[in-house]
Protein backbone atom coordinates (compact mmCIF):
# COMPACT_ATOMS: atom_id res chain seq x y z
CA UNK A 1 0.00 0.00 0.00
CA UNK A 2 0.64 3.44 -0.37
CA UNK A 3 1.42 6.02 2.10
CA UNK A 4 0.94 9.71 1.08
CA UNK A 5 2.14 12.69 3.46
CA UNK A 6 1.20 16.32 2.63
CA UNK A 7 3.12 18.91 4.09
CA UNK A 8 3.56 22.64 3.28
CA UNK A 9 -0.02 24.52 4.49
CA UNK A 10 -0.67 27.77 6.39
CA UNK A 11 -1.77 30.76 7.05
CA UNK A 12 -0.61 33.07 4.22
CA UNK A 13 -2.14 37.18 2.92
CA UNK A 14 -3.89 37.20 -0.50
CA UNK A 15 -1.22 37.26 -3.19
CA UNK A 16 1.18 35.47 -1.21
CA UNK A 17 2.36 31.93 -1.72
CA UNK A 18 3.16 28.51 -0.75
CA UNK A 19 4.51 25.34 -1.43
CA UNK A 20 2.98 22.52 -0.74
CA UNK A 21 5.52 18.97 -0.60
CA UNK A 22 3.47 15.31 -0.77
CA UNK A 23 5.91 12.60 -0.10
CA UNK A 24 4.89 9.08 -1.31
CA UNK A 25 6.40 5.98 0.16
CA UNK A 26 6.55 4.08 -3.26
CA UNK A 27 6.88 5.00 -6.84
CA UNK A 28 3.68 4.12 -8.41
CA UNK A 29 4.76 1.09 -10.70
CA UNK A 30 3.01 2.33 -14.20
CA UNK A 31 3.86 5.97 -13.71
CA UNK A 32 0.44 7.04 -13.28
CA UNK A 33 -0.82 10.33 -12.09
CA UNK A 34 -0.18 11.98 -8.82
CA UNK A 35 -3.11 14.57 -7.70
CA UNK A 36 -3.36 17.72 -6.11
CA UNK A 37 -7.14 18.10 -4.68
CA UNK A 38 -8.90 20.45 -1.90
CA UNK A 39 -11.84 20.99 -0.04
CA UNK A 40 -13.02 23.69 1.35
CA UNK A 41 -16.11 23.32 4.27
CA UNK A 42 -19.11 22.17 3.15
CA UNK A 43 -17.88 21.84 -0.35
CA UNK A 44 -17.11 18.68 -2.20
CA UNK A 45 -13.65 18.15 -3.35
CA UNK A 46 -11.94 19.71 -5.98
CA UNK A 47 -9.44 18.52 -8.61
CA UNK A 48 -6.90 21.39 -8.54
CA UNK A 49 -3.68 19.64 -10.53
CA UNK A 50 -1.87 16.67 -11.91
CA UNK A 51 1.12 15.24 -12.76
CA UNK A 52 2.15 11.61 -14.10
CA UNK A 53 5.21 10.30 -12.93
CA UNK A 54 6.95 9.71 -16.03
CA UNK A 55 7.05 12.59 -18.75
CA UNK A 56 5.88 15.72 -16.88
CA UNK A 57 2.40 15.99 -17.97
CA UNK A 58 0.68 17.89 -16.07
CA UNK A 59 -3.17 19.43 -16.01
CA UNK A 60 -4.68 22.13 -14.14
CA UNK A 61 -8.18 23.11 -12.90
CA UNK A 62 -9.10 26.35 -14.78
CA UNK A 63 -9.33 28.23 -11.50
CA UNK A 64 -5.45 27.77 -11.26
CA UNK A 65 -4.38 27.62 -14.05
CA UNK A 66 -0.99 30.26 -14.66
CA UNK A 67 -1.10 30.92 -10.76
CA UNK A 68 -0.23 27.32 -9.47
CA UNK A 69 2.68 24.89 -10.56
CA UNK A 70 2.76 21.30 -10.34
CA UNK A 71 6.08 19.57 -9.95
CA UNK A 72 7.90 16.12 -9.12
CA UNK A 73 11.12 15.08 -7.71
CA UNK A 74 10.83 11.18 -9.17
CA UNK A 75 14.14 10.14 -6.97
CA UNK A 76 12.35 11.55 -3.91
CA UNK A 77 9.11 10.35 -4.52
CA UNK A 78 7.79 13.79 -3.60
CA UNK A 79 5.23 15.76 -5.24
CA UNK A 80 5.33 19.85 -4.84
CA UNK A 81 2.33 22.23 -5.51
CA UNK A 82 3.54 25.73 -6.47
CA UNK A 83 0.95 28.20 -5.52
CA UNK A 84 1.44 32.01 -5.93
CA UNK A 85 -1.01 34.73 -6.25
CA UNK A 86 -3.17 32.99 -3.71
CA UNK A 87 -6.96 34.12 -3.19
CA UNK A 88 -8.83 33.95 -0.34
CA UNK A 89 -11.32 30.89 -2.29
CA UNK A 90 -8.04 28.93 -2.53
CA UNK A 91 -8.63 27.97 0.81
CA UNK A 92 -9.09 24.81 1.74
CA UNK A 93 -7.77 21.91 2.76
CA UNK A 94 -5.56 20.27 0.27
CA UNK A 95 -4.89 16.47 -0.45
CA UNK A 96 -2.27 14.53 -2.09
CA UNK A 97 -3.67 11.66 -4.57
CA UNK A 98 -1.66 8.77 -5.65
CA UNK A 99 -1.63 6.10 -7.97
CA UNK A 100 -4.36 8.18 -10.20
CA UNK A 101 -5.05 6.90 -14.18
CA UNK A 102 -3.42 6.81 -17.02
CA UNK A 103 -4.54 9.93 -18.77
CA UNK A 104 -4.63 13.59 -17.25
CA UNK A 105 -8.27 14.40 -18.46
CA UNK A 106 -9.89 11.27 -16.06
CA UNK A 107 -7.22 12.31 -13.54
CA UNK A 108 -9.63 15.05 -12.42
CA UNK A 109 -12.04 12.86 -10.33
CA UNK A 110 -11.33 11.78 -6.97
CA UNK A 111 -12.74 7.98 -7.26
CA UNK A 112 -9.81 8.17 -10.20
CA UNK A 113 -7.24 7.60 -7.14
CA UNK A 114 -6.23 4.70 -4.77
CA UNK A 115 -4.22 6.25 -1.71
CA UNK A 116 -4.86 9.77 -0.04
CA UNK A 117 -2.90 11.97 2.77
CA UNK A 118 -4.31 13.50 5.20
CA UNK A 119 -4.56 17.18 4.21
CA UNK A 120 -2.73 19.97 4.84
CA UNK A 121 -4.50 23.23 5.61
CA UNK A 122 -4.24 26.09 3.67
CA UNK A 123 -5.87 29.55 4.87
CA UNK A 124 -5.60 32.65 2.55
CA UNK A 125 -6.72 36.19 4.43
CA UNK A 126 -6.02 39.18 5.66
Known amino acids: QVKVVESGGGLVQPGGSLRLSCVVSARPTNDYAMGWFRQAPGADREFVAT????????YYAPSVQGRFTISRDNAKNTVYLQMNNLKPEDTAVYYC???????????????????WGQGTQVTVSS
Open 51 to 58: IMWKGDTT
Open 97 to 115: AADGPRTAARSQYPYEYDY
